[in-house]
């Protein structure tokens, strides 16, 4: 069983983004998609009780201790970079630490499993060229797959298109979860819901206005989302 590792749901202590984070993009895609890469270190701002990992803009940071347990672990499928806790409000919580106590890192993960799929195996609707998934599918998909042909092996690794959520192996979530590691919240693979599931008559509002590109508009016909009368004539998909 693989998990993967999202941070806690909570209205308190949060972590947030911080100032002068810079970044260049790496990648755009015909449809839209870009690939965004920042510079070392990541600068956030912690509030209330520090944590062991957060997930902020979709990237890991993690405490000195969690970091320590990972490197000396030696595992595979993740590297490191520094970060830096740019401000600390602790509110209500009453400590003696101070801002420069708290060292973060940022956890990149490297090992990859390919693209998403559902529990039959086959792919989410996703973009031909660069991977990332289509939304607004009309498909709710629960729990999710990896192909083990192309899953590189690695302890931590993730979904090539939903790079930025970290998955574990069974026996890492067990030792994290021993060493009582703050603020992770494992979900099973096989549990995960993405529900892209839209009302049907903003479906059609969409068609009748021509915004629905052409390869969602075969994504909803396939998956029997939408019958061909549906579609206007200034919208169907062009014969060749
Ligand atoms: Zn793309």
Redesign the pocket.
Known sequence: MYYFMYEMETEEYRASWGSGNTSKIVSI???T?RKTAYEEPIKFQIEGEPFDYYLIMNRSMISERFYTFLKESGLTGVRFRNAVVQKWNPFRYESEIKLEDLKYYEMVVTGRCGLLRNMSGITLPH?K????RLAHTGICTNGVSFDPASYDGSDIFTFTNLPNIPIVTEKLRDAIISQGFTNIRFVPLNEKVFDDTFPIHLIQKRLNEGRASKELIEVWLENGIITPNMIPDNNKPVQE
């Open positions: 895609c015909e449809c998609s973009c060229k660069c991977g990332r």
